[in-house]
C-alpha cells in the first residue's frame, strides 16, 4: 500500500469512527450526510466481467485485481442482486464452486471445494477476510464517494449485497 493509500484509508476510518461518535449523541448523521451529498452524485462506471474474467471499470479506465476466491464471491453476490445473508451462504455452495472453479488457474479441484468449504462455514471468519480483500481492492482503485456501490455490503444480520445498478453490471461469461 502506497503512502497516499494508507493516507486515504486512515483519514476514511477517523471520519467513520467520528461518525458513529454523532451517532452515538443523538445527532442524525444519515440526514446530515445527505444533505451534504445532496448536489454531489458521484458518477457510477459500468463493471464487466469479461470473458477471461477480469473485473473492469471502463469509464474509471480501472481494473480490480482480486484472488480467484474473492473474485468468485464478488461474483456470486453481483449475480444475486437481493443479497446473501452470510449464515446462509452454504446454500450457495456448489454455484460459488463452478464459479471459483472458473475463475480459477488452479487444477487442483479438491483444495478448492476445501476452500469454498471454509469460506461458507459460519463457524469461520473467512467470509470476513474475503469480503476487507475485496473493499481492500475496490479502496486502491476508486475514489470513496462510489466505493460502497461496488463492495458487498449490509448491516449485521441482514443480506449482504453489491448495491450497484444492476443495468451497470455486464458479466460477458454466460456460463458464470
Do not use: W
Request: net charge positive.
Amino acid at each position: 500500500m502506497t503512502s497516499l493509500e494508507h493516507q486515504k484509508a486512515l483519514l476514511f476510518e477517523e471520519i467513520s469512527d467520528r461518525v458513529n461518535k454523532l451517532n452515538d449523541m443523538g445527532i442524525d448523521v444519515d440526514n446530515f450526510l445527505k444533505s451534504l451529498m445532496k448536489n454531489s452524485k458521484p458518477n457510477l462506471s459500468r463493471i464487466i466481467i469479461t470473458k477471461d474474467h477480469r473485473i473492469v471499470l471502463p469509464a474509471y479506465n480501472k481494473e480490480i485485481k482480486l484472488y480467484p476466491l474473492s473474485k468468485a464471491l464478488f461474483i456470486l453476490y453481483l449475480k444475486h442482486e437481493e443479497g446473501i445473508h452470510f449464515k446462509m451462504l452454504s446454500n450457495y455452495r456448489k454455484e460459488l464452486e463452478d464459479i471459483y472453479i472458473k475463475v480459477s488457474l488452479r487444477t487442483d479441484v479438491l483444495t478448492m471445494q476445501r476452500s469454498v468449504n471454509s469460506l461458507v462455514n459460519p463457524l469461520n471468519n473467512s467470509i470476513n477476510e474475503c469480503c476487507s480483500r475485496i473493499k481492500a481492492a475496490f479502496i486502491n482503485e476508486l475514489d470513496y464517494s462510489v466505493i460502497n456501490q461496488y463492495i458487498i455490503t449490509g448491516t449485521r444480520g441482514e443480506k449482504k449485497r453489491v448495491l450497484l445498478d444492476r443495468s451497470l453490471v455486464l458479466i460477458e461469461d454466460k456460463n458464470l
